[in-house]
């Protein structure tokens, strides 16, 4: 039995996906543990190309089984357009599919707070949200008036809930529409979804520590990235939950003693979307490079990534606040063809050097990277060993391992999962983190 948590280094887009997928062949359960469908997937299977936003991208893979635990917002309708898109793939879910009865649900009227929190904002607080009503859902968690997948679909308690929601909401939803039109676009589809998602939603606690004790091999994938964690990331800069991997005991209910191994999935440049502090952003001919020729667009919005070079402090940070046991590198096939490449190993704040994330956000807008120069390479990497790599290629990897103290197990070059090099044996079973124990 093995228990992995699989969590991004940076701001998102790492290529969590992919790698999920690569390791679920070995697993029997695949668990998503927080965020909602603002986060998005983008995996190669069968030559086709799926982007999935809340369904565990393990759900590819036939026979496996998925779990969306209690940590995830769901909004109910995009859920169930995403289970119709798999089943026109002719992906079976039946029986392989679990939805926490303890998920808090986001409801059209999320997604207005959500637009008028942004429209209220000055151009220097925009977040840049994706605006489907995921922090305003998380909001009402907190203040305890959320609405969870049990209470969505029973009607003592659920009309209750919408009618004290859309009471206190009112002075913000009446900006958008009237408050009884906004009440029956809630109610539009409830028949609907109850119908159809009843047989998928259980207590998925006691299933995962039901199959914990079975000895199954279980993946935790968080969404987003760790420098959009709500407590440890770029404040206010940020998602509303804990990609870390701290937060897949919270949002699964899976205890810290009954997780194994922690991966990282780091990029082999950086990248964010959004706004926020971003120290290495590029803005010249290497930053279109890495646009270009690593695709970089969101997959749930479309919106171009921001590009820059690699930020070992950010990486270094987030291996720490993770635990995490070793990295799984992805793109490093984008840095193809660049005759140097930079590391960013440290900040300059006035008239001092840091080597440590600032919490400030004061300070963190107006860091300036400090750099080590490295010879780039003409050379694909696009090759199935470690060894076959060209030399320029391998120092840099060596590099970033010496830079963020942490060993590399995988090599990503591409997005389908025949493009990957293990280095490292020990992550296809999961058992790499055991021997710290």
Not at 389 to 414: H, R
Request: glycine share 8%; charged share 30%.
């Amino acid at each position: 039995m093995a228990t992995l948590v699989v969590v991004g280094t940076q701001w998102g887009d790492e290529g969590k996906g992919k790698i999920v997928h690569l390791l679920a062949e070995k697993s029997n359960y695949i668990v998503r543990y927080q965020g909602g469908n603002n986060a998005g997937h983008t995996v190669i299977f069968d030559n086709k190309e799926f982007i999935l936003h809340l369904v565990p991208s393990g759900i590819l893979e036939p026979n496996k089984k998925c779990i969306i635990g209690n940590g995830v917002v769901v909004d109910p309708v995009e859920l169930i357009q995403e289970i119709e898109f798999l089943e026109q793939k002719d992906i079976n879910i039946n029986g392989r599919l679990f939805i926490s009865d303890a998920c808090h649900i986001i409801l059209p009227y999320h997604k207005f707070i959500d637009v008028w929190i942004e429209q209220k904002s000055t151009k220097k607080n925009k977040i840049g949200t994706t605006k489907k009503g995921i922090g305003p859902a998380y909001a009402d968690k907190v203040e305890r008036v959320g609405i969870r997948m049990a209470d969505y679909m029973n009607d003592d308690i659920f009309f209750e809930l919408l009618d004290r929601n859309l009471a206190e909401k009112k002075v913000i939803l009446e900006n958008f529409k009237n408050i009884d039109k906004i009440r029956e676009e809630v109610l539009k589809d409830r028949e609907k979804v109850i119908k159809r998602l009843t047989c998928f939603v259980c207590n998925t606690s006691f299933l995962l520590n039901q199959v914990i004790r079975e000895k199954q091999n279980v993946i935790f994938e968080s969404a987003q990235g760790t420098m959009l964690d709500v407590d440890f990331g770029t404040y206010p800069f940020v998602t509303s939950s804990n990609p870390l991997s701290g937060g897949c005991c919270i949002g699964t209910g899976v205890a810290p003693n009954k997780i194994d191994s922690i991966l990282g999935v780091v990029k082999a440049y950086t990248t964010r979307v959004g706004e926020g502090p971003f120290p290495t952003e590029l803005f010249d001919e290497y930053g279109k490079h890495l646009s270009q020729k690593g695709q970089e667009f969101g997959a749930t919005t479309g919106r171009p990534r921001r590009c820059g070079w690699f930020d070992a402090v950010v990486v270094r940070y987030s291996i720490m606040v993770n635990g995490v046991n070793v990295l799984a590198l992805t793109k490093l096939d984008v840095l193809d063809g660049l005759e140097e490449v930079k590391i960013c190993t440290g900040y300059k704040y006035k008239d001092k050097i840091l080597d440590q994330m600032p919490s400030s956000r004061a300070i963190f807008e107006k860091l300036e990277p400090i750099y080590i120069k490295m010879t780039g390479w003409n050379e694909s990497t696009k090759v199935k060993f470690y060894d076959e790599l060209n030399d320029n290629a391998k120092a840099y990897l060596k590099k970033l391992e010496e830079l963020v103290e942490c060993k590399i197990a995988l090599i990503s070059m591409g997005r389908s999962r025949e493009e990957t090099i293990i280095c490292d044996e020990k992550i296809l079973d999961f058992s790499f983190g055991k021997e710290a124990k």
